[in-house]
């Protein structure tokens, strides 16, 4: 059913019929063979064809809702009117937020009811206070840019899965909230602003009081640069977003607690009550929602006394929030997390079975746990960090068997901290105490694996790291340790032929065009790359940004960079300054 749904899927996003036509047909013949079930003789088919139809309509839900892009688009002076409806992230000079409401273009009519994300100044007022609040300002809107170059993350994928459709910046000192008090909202929201009051007067410490917010409360709006570059070169980011292990925890501690009460229907209850709850007060990002629907189908099937396959599991639920929300196909974390629960499931589990059996010690098993499935996590998700970023970091294996069960103590802690806050304020800060003292531990320990720069880059990441997942796979499907060995030395041959015949392939000149045909990059050898600037362009610091990082992740020693015209000169010399510290750059103007 899942293969059916996504070969409708895409033959929905490749075919180029209108979806007011496709979208009527496809419920229509759903609707025909939901029906046909019950007729015997032709079940199957009918199971087929309509799985093939779910996928239909999956993808012309995602080509209606997916926002328009361009490699380079042009800003539009419009007049903004909305309602915040979440804050992204906030520092001391630039804060980001998603806000619905009426965009005046300056040359087009009034649009009423879009999203947007919104670049601006932040105001005087902590970012869980904007929630639900009316703002104001004079921007410059322009559609989402597409990926140029063969890394980063695209803004169409940042902005589709809120539903956004265009990027926006607010000019300087035109961004203003005009209600003082927030509008009227559900009682989670009211819940979550008083609970990270809470945590802001418990927590002395600021940076203790920081990784509060963002580890158990889901807000990352005061996280520092430093900060967030520091859990990313470590590979420990995820630690700092609200996803599977976060809500793994909580589910762990509820199951806990819920042992006190006898009926089982009523633990249920409110262990899932108590789940979905910490996922609505987290802002409901797309991991924390996979991780609450694994740990409520766990939690029925236990009820039920049934069992079914973890993958089988785990793939109905993908299933079901992608029927939900089809624009979570693009949305990078979504493909991080979707991956890390696969490799946990399909490489991470089957090596812990096969150590386990060699382990007699409760804390070498322990060891083995962490890092089986450490392990399977992190090569599911090498593909897709290289594609995006440029590069592996191979510490975070060690990083995230060290860091994560100080985490798992500093969630706990914090939850256990902030509940006896909201009885009692000494009660809470004595628990915050503790908490601080985790998170002064687990921030020394990233600090000192973030000194060991064990990482992998280069262009044949991407296919060898592909390669790698496909070995480990094939290996850990073996019948017996003599088996295993086999199929681990024809994985090796397999994967050096590869590196081999990717090695010759990259040695041979190759040219990509940017920007519309503005900027040509050629690389030569293993060691040269021509950068030609056929004309000047607006936006030359991210765009020299761009093209300088790309050069470094191709770990080229000598780049050449022609200036076709006078007015690419500012861009060439961006990217010569930028370059000059790892290697050897020459500006050429004849």
Same mark, same amino acid.
């Given at each position: ?21 496709? @979208? ?39 080509? &209606? ?34 806000? #619905?409401?009426?965009?005046?273009? +300056? @040359? ?16 005087? /007022? ?21 990926? #140029? ?15 956004? #459709? &265009?990027?926006?910046?607010? +000019?300087?000192?035109? @961004? ?38 963002? $580890? ?37 501690? &509820? ?27 987290t802002g409901a990002q797309p991991p924390a929602i996979r991780a609450g629907a694994a740990a409520t189908l ?12 973890? $993958? ?23 493909? $991080? ?18 150590? +386990? ?41 060690v990083a995230n068997i060290a860091v994560v069960p100080l985490a798992s103590a500093f969630i706990i802690a ?86 081999? /015949? ?18 040509? /990059? ?44 006078? #007015? ?23």
């Amino acid at each position: 059913m899942l293969v059916l749904s996504a070969g409708g899927w895409i033959g929905a996003l490749l075919v180029a019929m209108p979806p007011a036509v496709v @979208f009527p047909l496809a419920v229509g013949v759903f609707l025909l063979c939901a029906s046909g079930l019950w007729i015997e003789e032709i079940r199957r088919w009918c199971f087929l064809l309509g799985s093939l139809m779910v996928g239909v309509c999956l993808g012309v839900r995602m080509n &209606l809702h997916l926002p328009i892009a361009s490699h380079q688009p042009g800003d539009m002076p419009a007049w903004l009117d909305g309602t915040i409806r979440q804050v992204l992230s906030s520092s001391g000079s630039r804060m980001s937020c998603i806000i #619905e409401g009426t965009l005046d273009p +300056k @040359f087009l009519p009034p649009q009423h009811n879009l999203r947007l994300v919104v670049y601006a100044e932040p105001p005087p /007022v902590s970012p869980s206070e904007l929630l639900g609040r009316r703002a104001v300002a004079t921007v410059d809107v322009r559609i989402p840019r597409r990926r #140029e170059l063969p890394y980063g993350i695209s803004e169409w994928q940042t902005v589709a899965p809120y539903s956004a #459709e &265009l990027i926006a910046y607010a +000019k300087r000192g035109t @961004f203003a909230i005009l209600e003082a008090e927030p509008a009227a909202q559900n009682w989670i929201a009211r819940l979550g602003r008083m609970l990270l009051r809470t945590t802001d007067s418990i927590f002395a410490d600021a940076h203790s009081r920081t990784l509060a917010r963002a $580890l158990i409360l889901g807000d990352r709006s005061l996280l520092d640069r430093q900060t967030r570059q520091l859990f990313s070169r470590t590979g420990t980011a995820h630690i700092l977003s609200v996803s599977g292990f976060h809500v793994g925890v909580v589910a762990a501690l &509820l199951a806990l607690i819920s042992t006190i009460v006898r009926d089982r229907r009523v633990r249920f209850a409110l262990f899932v009550a108590g789940v979905w709850l910490y996922v609505l007060l987290t802002g409901a990002q797309p991991p924390a929602i996979r991780a609450g629907a694994a740990a409520t189908l766990g939690a029925a099937l236990l009820l039920a006394q049934r069992w079914i396959p973890p $993958l089988h599991a785990v793939a109905l639920v993908l299933w079901v929030m992608i029927a939900i929300e089809p624009n979570l196909l693009v949305s990078v974390s979504f493909q $991080l997390s979707a991956a890390a629960v696969l490799g946990i499931v399909t490489i991470g589990s089957p090596l812990y079975q096969r150590w +386990k059996a060699l382990l007699r010690s409760r804390l070498l098993q322990w060891i083995a746990t962490s890092t089986a499935l450490t392990l399977g996590a992190t090569l599911a998700t090498a593909p897709l960090v290289a594609y995006y970023f440029g590069v592996v970091p191979v510490i975070s294996l060690v990083a995230n068997i060290a860091v994560v069960p100080l985490a798992s103590a500093f969630i706990i802690a914090g939850i256990v901290s902030i509940g006896a806050g909201v009885i009692s304020f000494g009660i809470g800060r004595f628990y915050a105490s503790v908490a601080g003292l985790l998170a002064q531990w687990m921030l020394s320990v990233i600090e000192q694996v973030a000194q060991l720069d064990w990482s992998l880059a280069g262009p044949l990441l991407v296919p060898l790291s592909s390669g790698a997942v496909l070995a480990a796979w094939y290996i850990l499907r073996s019948t017996s340790w003599r088996h295993m060995i086999f199929r681990f030395g024809a994985a090796t041959i397999a994967l050096a032929l590869l590196w081999a /015949v990717l090695e010759c392939i990259w040695q041979l000149p190759s040219q990509r065009e940017l920007t519309n045909g503005a900027i040509a /990059v050629e690389f030569r050898g293993k060691e040269a790359a021509l950068i030609t600037l056929k004309r000047g362009l607006s936006g030359t610091s991210s765009l020299a940004k761009e093209i300088a990082d790309y050069c470094i992740l191709q770990r080229r020693s000598r780049v050449y960079i022609r200036a076709a015209t006078p #007015e690419a000169l500012p861009l060439a010399r961006s990217i010569a300054r930028r370059l000059e510290q790892s290697c050897t750059t020459d500006i050429i103007t004849r």
